[in-house]
């Protein structure tokens, strides 16, 4: 390889990088066309699905799930109490954390979102089989240890 831009899409990796960024978009945009007329934005159902995985979590612990920043979790958790589909709780060992849990509208959305989802998987996935989505995932897994953050005090290598 000389470098030059051109040449680097002859690059498999390259072409794989590209490709991935296109379909992650595209899934995502997929999903949303799918969500629109529940009323949530990207950002607001993927808070719901923090909480839905895990009643109870800290406003901190969605931030991180969603990577995004404590108050940008601040403002999608004020949202979501406003539209009355999660509440604050105090957490009994920690006054000073709140713990977010869902409302029955909250339960509601969330599930109408799997459904959803449902659909929108069986759609992209349909021409797959077993085999073939156990060896993609095993390949996205290997890709998602090179580019996740090491565990602190473990070294890559």
């Known amino acids: 390889m000389d470098g030059t831009p051109l040449k680097d899409f002859e690059d498999p990796r390259r072409t794989a990088s590209v490709r991935i960024t296109v379909l992650a978009r595209l899934l ?8 629109a007329d529940l009323g949530v934005t990207r ?3 993927g808070a719901l699905v923090a909480v839905a995985q895990d009643e109870g ?3 901190r ?23 009355n589909l999660v509440e604050r709780r105090r957490q009994e ?3 000073r954390v709140q713990a977010i849990h869902m409302t ?7 599930r109408e979102l799997d459904r959803i989802a449902a659909r929108a ?3 992209a996935w349909r021409d797959f089989d077993l085999d073939e989505m156990t060896t993609m995932i095993a390949l996205l897994d290997r890709l998602h240890a090179n580019l996740a953050p090491p565990v602190e005090g473990e070294t890559k290598g």
């Open 121 to 123: 998987e069986e759609a």
């Open 28 to 35: 995502r945009a997929r999903f949303d066309e799918m969500v």
């Open 93 to 95: 060992q920690d006054r």
């Open 43 to 45: 950002s607001q159902w």
């Open 104 to 110: 029955k509208a909250g339960h509601d959305i969330t």
């Open 61 to 83: 612990g969605i931030a991180q799930k969603l990577e995004i920043s404590d108050a940008s979790a601040g403002r999608i958790v004020d949202r979501l109490v406003a539209e």
């Open 57 to 59: 979590i800290a406003q």
